[in-house]
């Protein structure tokens, strides 16, 4: 069963620092990896999608890369803003016809 | 706009009670899941459908049932038998056969016995 760990739990920083928040999955035959973003207590808005023949994705101050064979997913955030304050999510798909198996989430606090 | 809405975004249940979640898609996919989410853990998956007239349990469907009747709806109820509804939960779709695509959430409905 595939499992999907995030590290760390919660993470404060200062406005204008870059940042890198983790996600690590124990199987790595996936089909898709995708990070989302999730303010209180509304749904997940998605950031970026990586196939699993991808290495990286990019959008904006966002980068995402994927190493399948390591079991690891990062997601790169430059120049942090308040706005960026949220719960960041991982999730990943091993197959077209499997569902997505999430993270726990990064809290993410950026401090003006 | 395409996307998917949840209705409604507050609700609230008596003890013994079932209710109905509603989640309606209008971006032609043809998966649709329902996630429930609690405090400080990850969405896990109650129920999904690939296709019309056809849906899977996920990993906590006890206490849950659903249909799906048209592509675009796949309402969730909350039966009586589900001892601890209180959470939030979230629904999604996806395009099946195109690892290109991913998922899109609705924006919740909370959850509250009362």
């Known amino acids: 069963k595939q499992e999907v760990t995030q590290i760390p739990a919660a993470l404060s920083v200062p406005e204008g620092e870059n940042l890198v928040l983790n996600c690590s999955f124990t199987d790595s035959a996936i089909y898709n990896l995708q990070w989302f973003r999730q303010d209180p207590g509304k749904g997940l808005t998605s950031l970026l999608l990586?196939?699993?023949?991808?290495r990286e994705q990019t959008s904006g101050r966002l980068n995402a890369s994927l190493d399948k064979s390591s079991g690891r997913s990062t997601l790169y955030i430059a120049a942090s803003q308040p706005g960026d304050s949220a719960t960041y999510l991982c999730a990943v798909r091993l197959g077209n016809n499997n569902d997505m198996r999430f993270g726990a989430g990064t809290r993410l606090t950026v401090k003006p | 706009d395409g996307g998917i809405t949840q209705s409604p975004k507050y609700l609230f249940r008596k003890e013994g009670q079932n209710v109905t979640l509603s989640c309606e898609q209008n971006l032609n996919h043809d998966a649709m899941y329902w996630y429930r989410q609690d405090p400080g853990q990850g969405l896990r998956l109650i129920y999904y459908s690939q296709i019309v007239n056809d849906f899977q349990k996920g990993d906590i469907a006890e206490g849950y049932s659903v249909s799906r009747e048209k592509k675009e709806s796949f309402p969730l109820t909350v039966t009586s038998a589900q001892k601890n509804p209180t959470a939030f939960y979230l629904c999604?779709?996806?395009?099946?056969?195109?690892?290109?695509?991913?998922?899109?959430f609705g924006s919740g409905t909370r959850l509250t016995v009362v």
């Open positions: 990586i196939q699993s023949s991808q």
């Open positions: 999604a779709s996806s395009i099946a056969g195109r690892s290109a695509y991913g998922y899109t």
